[in-house]
């Protein structure tokens, strides 16, 4: 009995083992992504593949994941520090986990809460318009990477975008505020100079929205 619940012990170990393992291989792509700022480390001119780039992030002190800038014409990824993508054609984003300890949690390498895109909609990209003052505010913060950056909050009808939205003279400084347009005319980001500052879904109403969507097309079967 004794060596049987070793043998069972040996054997659970060993499964955790290699789960660990597979989730540290669990690189996820984000494709036509981009982090601004936040670069750590040296460039890495990759050749054959972007293992290589992987490995240089696990062996960078603080990179939590790396942008492929694969339409260069000798090609290399940047490692970065902070998670915050926002959609940028020809580039890639690839969130690492750390997997430096047995603590390491799960969901290091999660979705990001923001993301700032500079054309078409919140959702468009999965994400939803942000239409309140106190989420558009965290979220500026977030995606500029500029703490305590305000919002400015403007509910007259506008020709820009409708919802959280940061300009480029706006950017890079946690002086020049987000803003809020609760009147924005525009559905998505593609004039003016805006970007939309995104909101992922939360997991409730995800959770609703998946369940209304099964039950319809399970009306629709019957």
Known sequence: AKAKAEAEAKAKAEAEAEAEAARCDDITKYANSAIRGNSICDRVYYSSGLDECTEACRNC???????????????????????APY?????????????????????????PEFMLIDEGSCESVGMVTIMDEETCKKAGAVVDNSPG?????VK???????????????????DKPTELFLGGVLDGC???GY?????K???AEAAAEAEAKAAAETEAAA
């Open 61 to 83: 002190p603080g990179c939590v994941a790396f942008v492929d800038n694969h339409a260069k014409s000798k090609p290399y990824c940047v490692l970065k520090s902070a998670f």
């Open 87 to 111: 959609a940028r054609r020809t580039k890639d984003v690839y969130s690492v986990p750390t997997c430096d300890s047995a603590a390491a949690e799960p969901e290091a390498a999660a979705e």
């Open 149 to 153: 950056k305000p919002v400015k909050v």
């Open 156 to 174: 007259g009808r506008t020709g820009g975008p409708k919802g959280c939205v940061l300009h480029n003279f706006q950017k890079g400084s946690a």
């Open 190 to 192: 593609e004039k003016g």
């Open 195 to 199: 970007d939309c500052v995104c909101s």
């Open 201 to 203: 879904p939360a997991k």
